[in-house]
C-alpha cells in the first residue's frame, strides 16, 4: 500500500526571495512622469510585436480554423462564407486591443488608487528577473492565483512597472456588460471569453487558435488563471483545464519547443471583496459587475487595506514536466490543424500538472499574522482572552513556520504590538472588548428575526474563515492525519494501515475542498507523518503513530481546524438521509440544505455555520457523487439527485467518528 | 541414363558430357597452381580502390591522403592535392569563420596519432581450418593489423576519433578477404557456414551508423568481406537502359566507366567518391539527382545475393512485378545482416546533353521552406534543389570568398535581407537545353512567389563543390579541438520549419547542461523533396576543450537530437541506416510486430548469424 518513498519531494525548507515595495517609489516621484516614461519592453526572441489586427488575420486565416469552418458548413448546411463571418463576430468580441495610450492611463490611474488603498505593493524582483530571462527564451504563460478583481490589473501594473511585455489576459465575459470599463479592459490586454460554450465548435476552435496564435509567436505572454473564477473563500480552488490545454498543446505538436508557466502568487492582506464574498456565499446572488457598481465601490478607497504580496514563482518548463510522461510522437500521425480530444496520457499530464501549479501559488503565498489569528478565533467563537490569543499565536507562528509556511511577521516588532495592529486593520471582523477577542457580528438594521441574526453572524463566521482558509494549505495533511488518530483513538488503534485507511479516506472527501494532487495520497500521508514527527506530535514506533506527550495542542488545533468541515459535510449527508425529498432537483439542493442547516442552528442542535456556505454544500454534493453514494439523472430538463442512503449514512459515521470498515471503503471503491 | 537401344547420337551426347567433366576434373588440378577462376581475374582491375586502402587513403580520416585541409604557417587555410577543384586553393577568410564560430584558435591544437600502433591492435583469432579451406580456394586474404583496423570502423566521430587517439579497438576483424566476383562469394559463404566463422560484408567503409563495428561480444572468428575488388560493369544492356555490374563497384567508377559508354546511373549520393554500389542497396541509399533518377530502390532492376542459404535472385527482369511483396525489399536497408549483394541490374541513362546550376537567395528560412514545397506540390523539382540554413549560408561565404569565383552581393543586400536571417538555395537542371531553360524559369518564377531572389550559377556550382568537401572539414576541426558530426531524417512538409527548430535547440540546450564550454555550432539544410516531405540534414560541431569525454558529451547530445526528431515526426533515418547506433528506437519507429517480421526473415535466411554485424534488429 504505503509506498517507501520518502518525503522529499515538497522541500520544506523552500528558499524564498526577498520583497521590495514598488509603491515606495511611487510616493517619491510623479506618477505621471511614471505613466509616460519609456517603456521598452524585451520580447520573446526579438519578434517585433503584432499588431491587434494583424494577429486577427492570422488566426481568420489559420489551417485550423478553416478546417472547422468547413466542418461547421457541412453540418449547417450553411455556406463556408457565412461561418467565416461568424467565426469573424467571434473573433471581434473576444480579442484584445492592447493600446500603450490605455496601458499609461492606467498606470496612472492605479498608482493613485493604490497609494491609498495600500500600506504596500510588495514584489519579488528576482521573480521579475527570472520571468524577464523566461520571456525572451520560450512563450510565458502567467498563472496568478485569483482572489479579487484587482488582480489582473495589479499583474498588467507590476509588468509595466518592471518594463515587462505586457500580457494579454484571458477575462470572463461578464466584465463586458460594464460598458466603458470593458473596452478599457480590452485596450490594456485583456481578452474576453464566454462563460460556456460548451458544444459551440467554431467558438471553441476561434478561442483556442487565437491564443495558441498569440503563444505560437510569442507577441505577449499569456495570462489566465487556472481556478478559473476569484475564490471566495480564499482556498485555492479545483484548476481548470481548458486553457491550460490550449497552451501547452502547441508544445507537444512541436510547434514551440517549450512552454513556461510562471505561479504567480498574489496575497492580499485584507481583501477588497471580503464581506461581499462571505454574503454571495450565503446566497445573496454576486451584483451583476457593472460601472456603477465598480464606481460605488469607491467607497471602500477610504479605508487601509493593508499591503499586498505579488510573488512570481520559479518559471516551470512544460517540457521537463513532461519528459518521460508523454510519448510526443502519438501526436505523428494526425494532422496537426485538426482538432483532437487530448489522449489520456496527456489529460493526466494537464491536470497533474495543473494541480502542481496550483500547490506552487499556494507554496508563496505570503501568510499574515492575523491568519493564525482568524484560525484561532474560529475555534474559540465566544471570544478569548487578548493575552490567551497572543500566547497561542505566537505558539502557532512557530508551528506554521516549522512547516514552511511563508508568514510575513514583523521582525523588530514586539509580539503584542503584532498581534493589536492586526486587530486594528480587521476590526470589521474582531473586536477587543475589555479583555475578550471575540468576532464582530454585523450591526442590525432596525429589528430582527433570528433568521437574520444568524445570517449576519455567519457573514462574520465565513469572513473570518476566509482568513483561517489563507494557513489551510500548510496544516491540511497533518490535519488529516490527526484527524484521522482522533478517531483511532476511539477505537484504540494506532497502526498505520489502519491510520491510513482513514486518512485516504479524508483525503477523497476533501478534494473537491482543497487541492490535493491526485494520485498523491500516499505521498501526503507521508508528508503528514514527516510533519508530525518533526515537531515533536507524534512517534512513530514500528507500526504505530502514536501521540507524544507534547502533541496534545498541536493534534487538537489539527482537529479544531477541520471540525467545521466534518461537520458541514456530515449535515449534508444527514440532510439527503433524512430530510430530502424522492425528486429532489440540484437546482433546490443547495438553498434546501440551508434552511436545513438554518434550523438545526436555531434549535440549538448545531454550531457550525459554514455549513451555510454554498461553496462547502456543493464540494460536499462533489464528493458524494464522486463516491457514488448520490447520482444525478437527467429526467426532461431537470437533474435530480438520487441518494443511496445507505452508502450516505455510512460516510456520515466515519465523518462522524468511526473508523471506515473495510466494507465502507470497498463500496466507495 | 540412355538405355542400349538408344541411337549413336544419344552416345554422342554422352562423350561429349564426359569430355567437358573431365575437363572441369583437370581445371581443379590446377587449382593448386593458382590459376583458377579465370572469368573472375581476366581482366586487370580497372577500380580505384586498391586492396591495400590504406595506401591512397586516411587510415584515420576522410578521404584521401594526399587531400587534406591544414591552416598554413600564415594561419591561412589550404586545401592540399590536386583532386578536387579546391585543391591547391588557400581560403584566407576560413580561420576567422572557424576562430569566431567555435571559439577555437589555430593555436591551440589537438593533433591525431601519427601512425597506427599495431601492438594496440587486438591479435587475429583465425579459425584455421577455415584459414586452411580459403587457401585452397585461392582467394586472397590479410590478416595484416592494418587491414584489419581499416575495416574495422566506418565514420562516425567515435570512431574516427579513436583512431585519431590511439585508443585500442575492443574487436576488430580478424582477417580480410578479398573476392573476385560472385563465385568467389558463394565459396567464402559457404566456408563460412561450414566453419561457423562471422562474415562483416564491407563496401566503401562509409558507414555512419556504426554498421562495420564488430560486436565486441562476438567470439567466433570475424571475416570481413572487402567486396572492393568486384567492381566491373559486366555488361550493358542498350535496349532496356540497364547495366550489369558487381557490387563492389563505387560510385565514382561506376559513373566515369558509364561515361566512357555514353551512360550515366544519376545516382549521386555525397558519399560518391567511396561508397560501394552493394553498400548502397544494403542502406537504401539516396542520391542528390533522385528527382530524375530516383533513389536506389527505384534504380535498381534485379538483386544477386549470396546468403548462407543459398543465392537470391527473382527470375526475370520485368520492370514491375505483383509477385507478393517485393523480395529485393528484404535486402533493401537490411544492412549486411542477410548475406552480400553482389550483382545489381541497375537503370542507366544518357548522359544529359546540358546542365545547369543555379541558386536563389531566401529572405529566411521559413521562406525557403515554404518556395521548396510548392516546388514540390508543383512536381517540378530540378534534379538537385537544396536549402541551406542562414549558418551554412555564412560559412559558404566565408570559405569562398577572395576565390576566383565571387560571391555577388550586391543584389540581396540592396533588396533588405538581412544577412543573419537569409538563407540560400542551390538548384541543379539537367535535360536537354531547352527544357532545361524553359523548367529553370519556372522554379525561379516560383521562388520569386516566396521572395527568392536568383542569385547565380556560380553560387550554386560552389554548394556541390562544397558537398565533396566537407567532410574533409572535420579533420581539420579536430586538428583543433573540435568535433563534429551529421545526420539526416525525413519529415512531412508541414513539420519541417518546427523540427529544424527544435532540434537545434534542444542540441543548444544539451550542449550547455552538458558542459560544453563554446557555443555548439547547428546547421540543417533540406536536401531533398518529396511530395509528402523532406529530407533534412543537420550539421553538429562544437568547440571540446574542458571536456574530459567529448566523445561521450557528443554522443548523448547526438541522442537527445534523434530524440528530438522522433518527437517532432521526423524519421529515424532517410538514407543513413539504422546499424548500431540507432538500433535501440527501431521498435518505436516500425512497432515490435515489425520488428519481428524482419527478425523473422533473418532467422530463416541466416539461422546460424553467419552476417553477425548485429545491425538493425
Known amino acids: ?669 | 541414363m540412355a538405355s542400349d537401344s538408344n541411337s549413336s547420337e544419344s552416345q554422342r551426347i554422352a562423350q561429349q558430357r564426359l569430355r567437358i567433366i573431365a575437363g572441369h576434373l583437370q581445371k581443379h588440378k590446377d587449382d593448386d597452381s593458382g590459376t583458377i577462376a579465370t572469368e573472375c581475374k581476366a581482366e586487370a582491375n580497372k577500380g580505384t580502390v586498391p586492396r591495400k586502402r590504406q595506401e591512397i587513403m586516411k587510415w584515420n580520416g576522410w578521404g584521401y591522403s594526399d587531400s587534406k585541409f591544414l591552416f598554413n604557417k600564415k594561419g591561412q587555410a589550404e586545401f592540399t592535392g590536386k583532386r578536387y577543384r579546391l585543391s591547391g586553393m588557400v581560403l584566407p577568410s576560413l580561420q576567422d569563420w572557424f576562430e569566431n564560430t567555435f571559439g577555437a584558435s589555430v593555436n591551440h591544437k589537438s593533433p591525431a596519432t601519427p601512425a597506427l600502433n599495431a601492438s594496440a591492435v587486438p591479435p587475429a583469432s583465425l579459425n584455421e581450418a577455415f584459414v586452411e579451406d580459403l587457401k585452397a580456394t585461392g582467394i586472397p586474404f590479410s590478416h595484416e593489423a592494418e587491414d584489419r583496423v581499416f575495416r574495422a570502423h566506418g565514420h562516425c566521430l567515435h570512431e574516427i576519433f579513436a583512431l585519431r587517439e590511439g585508443k585500442k579497438f575492443e574487436r576488430v576483424p580478424d582477417m580480410v578477404v578479398w573476392p573476385n566476383c560472385h563465385n568467389d562469394v558463394v565459396k567464402i559463404v559457404e566456408l563460412a557456414c561450414k566453419h561457423n566463422v562471422c562474415l562483416i560484408p564491407y563496401g566503401g567503409g562509409t558507414s555512419v551508423t556504426s554498421a562495420l563495428e564488430c560486436p565486441p561480444e562476438e567470439t567466433r572468428c570475424i571475416v570481413s568481406l572487402d567486396t572492393s575488388q568486384m567492381n566491373r560493369i559486366l555488361w550493358i544492356d542498350e535496349k532496356n537502359l540497364v547495366a550489369h555490374v558487381e557490387a563492389g563497384i563505387i560510385g565514382q567508377d561506376l559513373e566515369r566507366l558509364l561515361n566512357e559508354s555514353g551512360y550515366c546511373t544519376g545516382h549521386e549520393p555525397d558519399s560518391m567518391e567511396f561508397s560501394s554500389l552493394g553498400g548502397w542497396v544494403a542502406t537504401r541509399a539516396s542520391g542528390m539527382k533522385k528527382n530524375v533518377y530516383g533513389n536506389i530502390e527505384d534504380l535498381v532492376i534485379h538483386l544477386k545475393v549470396v546468403t548462407p542459404r543459398g543465392v537470391i535472385e527473382k527470375s526475370c527482369q520485368g520492370p514491375r512485378m505483383s509477385t507478393g511483396p517485393d523480395i529485393h525489399h528484404f535486402i533493401l536497408g537490411s544492412e549486411g545482416t542477410l548475406g552480400v549483394v553482389t550483382e545489381v541490374t541497375m537503370k542507366i541513362r544518357p548522359i544529359p546533353e546540358y546542365q545547369k546550376y543555379g541558386s536563389v537567395v531566401f529572405p529566411n528560412f521559413e521562406a525557403g521552406v515554404a518556395c521548396l514545397r510548392e516546388v514540390a506540390k508543383q512536381r517540378c523539382a530540378p534534379a538537385s534543389i537544396r536549402l541551406m540554413d542562414n549558418e551554412q549560408f555564412q560559412f559558404g561565404k566565408s570559405s569562398f570568398k577572395t576565390l576566383p569565383f565571387h560571391l555577388c552581393k550586391g543584389i540581396y543586400i540592396f533588396k533588405g535581407f538581412d544577412p543573419h536571417q537569409l538563407v540560400v538555395a542551390t538548384l541543379l537542371f539537367e535535360g536537354d537545353r531547352e527544357r532545361v531553360l524553359q523548367h529553370e524559369k519556372q522554379v525561379y518564377d516560383i521562388a520569386a512567389t516566396f521572395g527568392g531572389l536568383a542569385a547565380g550559377e556560380d553560387n550554386g556550382q560552389r554548394g556541390y563543390i562544397l558537398t565533396f568537401v566537407i567532410a574533409y572539414l572535420r579533420d581539420l576541426g579536430m586538428d583543433y579541438y573540435v568535433v563534429a558530426e551529421s545526420f539526416e531524417t525525413s519529415v512531412p512538409w508541414d513539420r519541417v520549419l518546427d523540427l529544424c527548430r527544435n532540434v537545434k535547440e534542444r542540441i543548444n540546450r544539451e550542449c550547455k547542461e552538458r558542459g560544453v564550454q563554446f557555443q555548439p555550432l547547428t546547421s540543417c539544410r533540406v536536401t531533398q523533396t518529396y511530395d509528402a516531405g523532406a529530407c533534412v540534414y543537420f550539421y553538429f560541431a562544437f568547440n571540446y576543450r574542458g571536456l574530459a569525454d567529448p566523445v561521450h558529451t557528443y554522443e548523448r547530445v547526438e541522442h537527445a537530437a534523434r530524440e528530438e526528431i522522433l518527437a517532432n515526426g521526423g524519421s529515424l533515418s532517410h538514407h543513413h541506416g539504422v546499424g548500431k547506433l540507432r538500433k535501440e528506437w527501431m521498435k518505436e519507429s516500425i512497432s515490435s510486430l515489425g520488428v519481428g517480421m524482419l527478425q523473422s526473415v533473418k532467422d530463416y535466411v541466416d539461422p546460424d548469424n553467419i552476417f553477425g554485424n548485429r545491425n538493425l534488429l
Request: proline share 5%; aromatic share 10%; glycine share 6%.
Open chain 1, 1 to 669: 500500500m504505503a509506498s517507501k518513498t520518502l518525503y522529499s519531494q515538497r522541500d520544506p525548507m523552500l528558499k524564498r526571495d526577498c520583497f521590495e515595495d514598488i509603491l515606495e517609489e511611487r510616493r517619491n516621484s510623479s506618477d505621471l512622469k511614471y505613466a509616460l516614461r519609456c517603456y521598452a519592453p524585451v520580447l520573446y526572441k526579438g519578434v517585433t510585436p503584432c499588431k491587434a489586427n494583424m494577429l486577427k488575420n492570422i488566426v481568420l486565416q489559420s489551417d485550423q480554423l478553416h478546417y472547422v469552418i468547413n466542418q461547421v458548413s457541412q453540418e449547417s448546411g450553411e455556406a463556408p462564407d457565412i461561418i467565416q463571418e461568424e467565426a469573424s463576430v467571434i473573433l471581434e468580441e473576444m480579442a484584445h486591443r492592447l493600446q500603450i495610450s490605455t496601458v499609461r492611463c492606467f498606470a496612472f490611474a492605479l498608482s493613485k488608487a493604490f497609494k491609498t488603498l495600500f500600506q504596500h505593493v510588495c514584489v519579488n524582483e528576482e521573480g521579475i528577473q527570472r520571468l524577464q530571462q523566461a520571456i525572451q527564451e520560450h512563450p510565458v504563460v502567467l498563472l496568478p492565483s485569483h482572489r479579487s478583481y484587482m488582480d489582473f490589473l495589479l499583474m498588467s501594473y507590476i509588468l509595466y512597472t518592471y518594463d515587462l511585455a505586457l500580457p494579454v489576459i484571458a477575462a470572463g465575459m461578464d466584465f463586458m456588460g460594464m460598458k466603458f470599463v470593458g473596452e478599457m479592459l480590452r485596450m490594456s490586454g485583456a481578452f474576453f471569453i464566454r462563460r460556456s460554450f460548451g458544444g459551440d465548435k467554431l467558438y471553441w476552435a476561434v478561442f483556442s487558435e487565437y491564443v495558441k496564435t498569440m503563444l505560437r509567436n510569442g507577441f505577449a505572454p499569456i495570462e489566465f488563471f487556472l481556478e478559473g473564477t476569484r475564490s471566495r473563500t480564499c482556498k485555492s480552488l479545483t484548476p481548470k483545464l481548458g486553457l491550460l490545454n490550449i497552451v501547452i498543446e502547441p508544445f507537444f505538436k512541436g510547434e514551440v519547443f517549450d512552454v513556461n508557466l510562471v505561479p504567480v502568487s498574489i496575497s492580499y492582506e485584507r481583501i477588497l471583496e471580503e464581506s461581499l464574498y462571505a454574503r454571495e456565499l450565503l446566497g445573496v446572488p454576486k451584483p451583476k459587475e457593472s460601472t456603477s457598481g465598480l464606481l460605488k465601490a469607491r467607497r471602500i478607497l477610504s479605508e487601509d487595506y493593508g499591503s499586498i504580496h505579488v510573488y512570481f514563482g520559479q518559471p516551470v518548463s512544460v517540457r521537463s514536466l513532461a519528459q518521460g510522461k508523454v510519448n510526443r510522437s502519438t501526436y505523428n500521425l494526425f494532422p496537426r490543424h485538426i482538432p483532437r480530444k487530448p489522449m489520456e496520457e496527456t489529460q493526466s499530464f494537464v491536470n497533474d500538472t495543473a494541480y502542481r501549479i496550483v500547490r506552487l501559488q499556494e507554496d508563496n503565498m505570503v501568510l499574515k499574522p492575523w491568519v493564525l489569528m482568524a484560525s484561532l478565533l474560529l475555534q474559540n467563537l465566544e471570544g478569548l482572552e487578548l493575552s490567551v490569543l497572543t500566547e497561542q499565536t505566537v505558539w502557532l507562528r512557530g508551528l506554521a513556520l516549522s512547516y514552511a509556511a511563508f508568514l510575513d511577521w514583523p521582525d523588530q516588532a514586539p509580539t503584542a504590538k503584532v498581534v493589536s495592529s492586526s486587530l486594528a486593520l480587521h476590526r470589521g471582523l474582531a473586536c477587543v472588548s475589555g479583555d475578550r477577542v471575540s468576532l464582530v457580528v454585523g450591526e442590525p438594521l432596525g429589528p430582527v428575526t433570528p433568521e437574520e441574526a444568524l445570517f449576519n453572524r455567519a457573514v462574520s463566521v465565513l469572513s473570518c474563515a476566509s482568513y483561517r482558509n489563507q494557513v489551510l494549505h500548510v496544516f491540511l495533511r497533518p490535519a488529516m492525519l490527526a484527524v484521522a488518530m482522533h478517531t483511532a483513538a476511539s477505537s484504540k488503534k494506532s497502526e498505520w494501515p489502519g491510520l491510513y485507511n482513514c486518512f485516504s479516506f479524508l483525503w477523497d472527501m476533501f478534494s473537491n475542498d482543497f487541492i490535493l494532487c491526485p494520485g498523491d495520497t500516499v505521498q501526503d500521508f507521508e508528508e503528514a507523518c514527516y510533519l508530525l514527527v518533526k515537531t515533536g506530535a507524534v512517534q512513530m514506533p514500528q507500526q504505530d503513530i502514536v501521540m507524544t506527550d507534547i502533541g496534545q495542542p498541536t493534534l487538537s488545533f489539527f482537529n479544531g481546524l477541520l471540525e467545521p468541515f466534518l461537520q458541514g459535510y456530515q449535515v449534508v449527508c444527514r440532510y439527503l438521509c433524512e430530510e430530502a425529498s424522492e425528486g429532489l432537483t440540484e437546482k433546490q439542493y443547495i438553498p434546501a440544505v440551508r434552511s436545513f442547516a438554518v434550523k438545526l442552528i436555531l434549535a440549538g442542535n448545531l454550531r457550525c455555520y459554514e455549513v451555510l456556505s454554498s461553496d462547502m454544500q456543493k464540494n460536499a454534493l462533489a464528493a458524494l457523487l464522486r463516491m457514488d453514494a448520490v447520482r444525478k439523472v437527467k429526467v426532461a430538463d431537470q437533474v435530480t439527485l438520487i441518494v443511496n442512503k445507505m452508502a450516505v449514512n455510512s460516510i456520515d459515521d466515519i465523518l462522524g467518528g468511526k473508523l471506515p470498515t473495510q466494507k465502507a471503503l470497498l463500496a466507495r471503491l
